[in-house]
T-cell receptor
């Protein structure tokens, strides 16, 4: 399977714990995006990378959230001191480069904060 | 007013019906328009992509864009139970930096009854 891969698929954690998600984009895709989706809503943009550079962060991304993309390949999204409001599906997507608007999504990581 | 408005439904139709899904938007900078299909607990899957006003057809699916009215539609002919999913419209502006983040509608939940 050469699609976008996300790990884990599901994560249950207690409030206050830290969690980290991983995304492996489609090979040779330079852009990588993180979105968050809550029940009954469309995905909302969090941040994106062009290779290893983080180019934009949404105001939704509080200082408890940090994303990295070392070496421009896979990416990690870490949430520190999780809150119940962080419960959502975290989606990763990739696109070929800045000229390509078509995003290809992974299956997401469903986070539940108890 | 949200940038992208989409009726969340739910929409229930009999098998074989023609389905019409719609979105309106307020940002005239949006130039790229996409429709994604999302099955339960899965990531969005790109269905249709267009950047000009008019119609684009792909099998049973037709995407229509009317930039003057800021209105886009997705038509599904001969709908099948396997089409049951949430359909998300998504849009992106053009900037000097190239493609930007997608802005999604809330999604319309469609059920096709056998």
């Amino acid at each position: 399977d050469t699609g976008v891969s996300q790990d884990p698929r599901h994560k249950i954690t207690k409030r206050g714990q830290n969690v980290t998600f991983r995304c492996d984009p489609i090979s040779e895709h330079n852009r990588l995006y993180w979105y968050r989706q809550t029940l009954g809503q469309g995905p909302e943009f969090l941040t994106y990378f062009q290779n290893e550079a983080q180019l934009e962060k949404s105001r939704l991304l509080s200082d408890r959230f940090s994303a990295e993309r070392p070496k421009g390949s896979f990416s990690t999204l870490e949430i520190q001191r999780t809150e119940q409001g962080d419960s959502a599906m975290y989606l990763c997507a990739s696109s070929l480069d800045y000229r390509d608007e078509k995003l290809f999504f992974g299956s997401g990581t469903q986070l539940s904060v108890l | 007013q949200k940038e992208v408005e989409q009726d969340p439904g739910p929409l229930s139709v009999p098998e074989g019906a023609i389905v019409s899904l719609n979105c309106t938007y307020s940002n005239s900078a949006f130039q790229y328009f996409m429709w994604y299909r999302q099955y339960s607990r899965k990531g969005p899957e790109l269905l249709m992509y267009t950047y000009s006003s008019g119609n684009k057809e792909d099998g049973r699916f037709t995407a229509q864009v009317d930039k003057s009215s800021k209105y886009i539609s997705l038509f599904i002919r001969d709908s099948q139970p396997s089409d049951s999913a949430t359909y998300l419209c998504a849009m992106s502006p053009i900037t000097q930096g190239g493609s930007e983040k997608l802005v999604f509608g809330k999604g319309t939940k469609l059920t096709v009854n056998p």
